[in-house]
Nanobody
């Protein structure tokens, strides 16, 4: 069983920054990929960014240039650095890990961008 725990969300003003963390219960190098999704009220879940364990990254166009993925293998944790936040970034952010054809999910962390 894989457990993912997100943290780092909160309330921030437009233009501000937050760093989200996703801690896994096993070595993150064992996963095929880890991703961040977000879901705003009344909207479909949206893929924000993906980190392949080979080091490749993919970002949604809406966050490219503002969000950055990183990893700390020793802590079994990935991070999502979010800069220049906009009100439209407001959502619950969820971490996902792909392992052997199964996607595991965390509970999510709320990010609210508002003045």
């Amino acid at each position: 069983q894989v457990q993912l725990v997100e943290s780092g969300g909160g309330l921030v003003q437009p233009g501000g920054s937050l760093r989200l963390s996703c801690a896994a219960s096993r070595s993150i190098s064992s996963f095929n990929a880890m991703s961040w999704y977000r879901q705003a009220p009344g909207k479909q879940r949206e893929l924000v960014a993906t980190l392949g364990m080979g080091g490749n990254t993919h970002y949604a166009n809406s966050v490219k240039g503002r969000f950055t993925l990183s990893r700390d293998n020793a802590k079994n944790t990935i991070y999502l650095q979010m800069n220049s936040l906009k009100p439209e970034d407001t959502a619950v952010y969820l971490c996902s890990a792909a392992l052997e054809m199964v996607n595991y999910w965390g509970q999510g962390t709320q990010v609210t961008v508002s003045s």
